[in-house]
C-alpha cells in the first residue's frame, strides 16, 4: 500500500519546480539587518501555497513578521500528524563571495544567502506536500508545512507554535544534515566574562590593577581545569559536552594598564547538564581565584538574557518511531541512513521542550556551508530531501 503510494507521489514530484522555488527563495533577501527579514519570502510562500490549493494561515508573529503555515490531510487521527519545519530568515549577506540572490546553479549545487540554511529544505518540504496532495492520496492524520520567523535570533516563529499550536505528533527540522538523521542537539549559552581593573600608566604599573592579567588567570583556569572536565561529558544522543572562548577585549594602549577585560565564551550543555551550572562553573573559577588574590574584580553574565530566552538541548529518543520512519526512509531514497547528533542548535528543542512534538533534524547540505561567505546546497540532496519527506509523511499520516 506505502509502496504505491509512495511510487505514485514520486511520479508527482516536480523536481523542475522544486529548483525554481528553491532560486526564487533565495532571489528574496530574508537576512537579519533588514528591518523585518522574513517580511517578504513569508507573504511569497503563503501566496505560492494558497495557488497549490493548500489550507493556509499567514500568522503574525512579531509585526509585519509572520509564520507561513500549510496543511494536507483532514487530521482525523493526531497521532499521525506531522509538521515538516524551516525557518525563512537567513544570516547576514555581507562579505559573501558569491552573489547573495542569485540562485546560481554551478555543478550540481545551488547558491546564495540560505541555499543551505535553509531555503533549499523549505523548496523539498513545499515540493513533498504538493507531490502528495497532486497525486490524490488521501491522508488519514494530517502534513504541515511550517515556515518561521527569527530562528537566527530569538526563535519567536517556533515559539509561537509551541504556545498557540498547531501541535503535532512529530517534527522534521530541515537544517542541514547532508539527510543523515539528527536526533538531538546540545543546548546553547553564551557567557560574558567582565574584569574590572584599574587603569594607570604603564610606567607605574602599582598605581593600576591589570584586568588582561586577570583575565589570564580566568583563562588559564578554564583551560587547564574547566575544559579537561567538560571534555569527559558526553551524552549518548546530543554528543560531547564543549566550551568554547570565542571573544577577548580589554585594555586601550600597549603603555597603560588595562583597566578592562571581557572575555566571551560558548558553552554547549547536555540534557543533564543546565545553564544555571554553566555559569556557576565559571562563578567558582572566579570564586577560587579571589581566595589568592583579592583584587580580583569580575562580574558573569548570560549574553542576550534580556528576553529570558534560553537555547536548551533537543532530545528524540533512537527509539522513536520518527527515528525508524526516517532510517526507512533513507534507505529507500538513498540506500543508506545514519544516526548522528546536530551539532548546532535548532528550533527542534524548542518544539519538542515547549510544545511536547517529537523532532528529528534531517535536511539537505553541509552545515559547514551556513553562514559561510559561499554559501551552497547540492540539488541532489534538496530533491532526495524531498523525497524522504515524502516518505515520512506517508508512513505517519497515510491510511
Ligand atoms: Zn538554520
Known sequence: MLTNSYQKALEHLDENKIIDLTKNLIAIPSYHGLAEPEKD?????????????????????????????AWHGPGRDNEKTLMLEGHMD????????????????????????????????????????????SAGIPLEGRAYFAGVIDEERNYRGADYIAKNGPLTRYAIVGEPTELEIHNGHRGLIWIEVKVNGKYAHGGTPEKGINAIEKAGAIITEIITKLKPEIKKKSHPITGPSHLNLGYIKGGT???????????????????????????????????????????????????????????????????????????????????????????????????????????????????????????????????????????????????
Open 41 to 69: 519570502i513569508s507573504a511569497y510562500l503563503y501566496k505560492y501555497l494558497a495557488e497549490e490549493g493548500f489550507e493556509t494561515e499567514h500568522v503574525p508573529v512579531v509585526g509585519e513578521r509572520k509564520n507561513v503555515i
Open 253 to 399: 594602549q600597549p603603555s597603560t594598564v588595562a583597566g578592562d577585560c571581557i572575555l566571551q565564551m560558548d558553552r554547549r550543555w547536555l540534557p543533564d547538564e543546565s545553564q544555571e551550572g554553566a555559569v556557576r562553573e565559571i562563578e567558582a573559577i572566579i570564586s577560587s581565584l579571589k581566595e589568592n588574590d583579592p583584587e580580583l574584580d569580575a562580574e558573569v553574565t548570560v549574553i542576550d538574557d534580556d528576553m529570558g530566552i534560553q537555547f536548551p538541548p533537543l532530545v528524540c529518543e533512537e527509539s522513536s518511531p520518527l527515528v525508524n520512519i526516517l532510517k526507512e526512509a533513507s534507505d529507500k531514497v538513498i540506500n543508506r541512513h545514519k544516526t548522528s547528533y546536530f551539532p548546532a542548535w535548532t528550533d527542534g528543542s524548542i518544539l519538542s521542550r515547549d510544545g511536547g512534538i517529537e523532532t528529528v533534524v534531517l535536511g539537505p547540505g553541509h552545515l559547514s556551508s551556513a553562514h559561510s561567505e559561499e554559501e551552497y546546497c547540492p540539488v541532489e540532496e534538496i530533491i532526495n530531501a524531498s523525497k524522504i519527506y515524502i516518505y515520512s509523511i506517508l508512513k505517519i499520516c497515510g491510511q
Open 90 to 133: 537567513t544570516v547576514d549577506v555581507k562579505n559573501m563571495s558569491v552573489d547573495p540572490f542569485s540562485g546560481e546553479i554551478k555543478n550540481g549545487n545551488i547558491y546564495g544567502r540560505g541555499a543551505v540554511d535553509m531555503k533549499g529544505a523549505l523548496a523539498a518540504m513545499v515540493g513533498a506536500l504538493t507531490a502528495i496532495k
